[in-house]
């Protein structure tokens, strides 16, 4: 697929990774449908795209909401006159132990609703989003690309029950797309990046952070451009399709 003049959703574009990708596929000329919560965010992210001189719509869209995403994608496909690319890229963590013990007795859990919220955004919310994408493309006819954005922490996290479930969860939608989607057309692949210099690493303690610098190889942080330019690699190499792209500087064994 030719990255310019294809239409393009982004979701979770109103900063960190989302708003480095928009950036990147608006330089190479792509027309871009950028999704999130925040209006303000959106604005910033739409003025970045602009100023590459690339066409762009925001969409205050919450990915879990079953009639928002789905009429959402109905206007996006109106707008620009169809829809060749999406990108599920919105995410949340709301990390903690499953339990905490203390004195001989569990002294705190994971909630239901701290489990149930990231499950909603990180794994409903793809399934919603590929879904009316999916349908978009395959009644255009002309094919199309779902890139999603899993994450290292798939394999397995401590303080991550919620993440990581919703994570590997995303990895393996992204194998049954690619299967079931092909008749149509329509590529489906998944970058799990490691850890990477954005707001959701910044809100993580230093001495964490730091720690967690120690298990990779190359001993820094993913820039989010590494990040951008590997949703271009899978757009550009038509031969990509139900694989998941680890980006993580050697950290995954
Ligand atoms: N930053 C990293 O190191 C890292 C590593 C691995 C995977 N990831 C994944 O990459 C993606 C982006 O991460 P980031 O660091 O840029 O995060 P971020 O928190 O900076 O940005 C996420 C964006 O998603 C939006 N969003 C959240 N809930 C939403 C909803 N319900 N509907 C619509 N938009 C919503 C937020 O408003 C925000 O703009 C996430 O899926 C994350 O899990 C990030």
Redesign the pocket.
């Known amino acids: 697929m030719q990255i310019a003049d294809s239409i393009v959703a982004i ?8 708003r480095a990708m928009a950036e990147y596929l608006a330089e190479r000329g792509a027309r871009l449908a950028l ?4 209006e303000e ?1 959106l604005q910033a992210s739409v003025a970045a795209c602009e100023k590459h001189g690339a066409e762009t719509r925001s969409y205050v ?4 909401k079953e009639d928002e995403v789905d009429s959402g994608f109905a206007r996006i496909a109106t707008d620009f006159g169809g829809l060749q690319v999406l990108v599920n ?5 709301r990390d903690g132990m499953l339990l905490k013990f203390k004195d001989g007795k569990v002294a705190d859990r994971m909630s239901l609703s701290q489990w149930q919220s990231v499950i909603d ?2 794994l409903t ?1 793809v399934f919603l989003c590929g879904r009316a994408a999916a349908g978009i493309m395959a009644e255009g006819g002309k094919g199309g690309v779902i890139v999603n ?5 798939r394999a397995g996290n401590m303080g991550q029950t919620n ?1 990581s479930a919703s ?1 590997a969860g995303v990895a393996a939608m992204t194998v049954t797309w690619a299967r079931e989607l092909a008749r149509y057309g329509i590529r489906a692949a998944a970058i ?5 210099n ?4 910044a809100q993580m303690r230093p001495e964490i952070l730091e720690s967690l610098v120690k298990q990779v190889p190359l001993r820094r942080l ?1 820039e989010q451009d590494e990040i951008a330019s590997t949703v271009a690699f899978i757009l550009e190499n038509d031969f990509v399709s139900g694989r998941v792209i680890d980006i993580d500087g050697g950290a995954r064994i």
């Open positions: 979701t979770g574009a109103g900063r960190g990774l989302g999704i999130d919560l925040n965010d869209i919450n990915v879990a890229n919105a995410g949340i963590m955004v990180n919310g954005i899993s994450s290292l922490s993440y994570k799990a990046p490691g850890f990477i954005t707001d959701m690493v993913g």
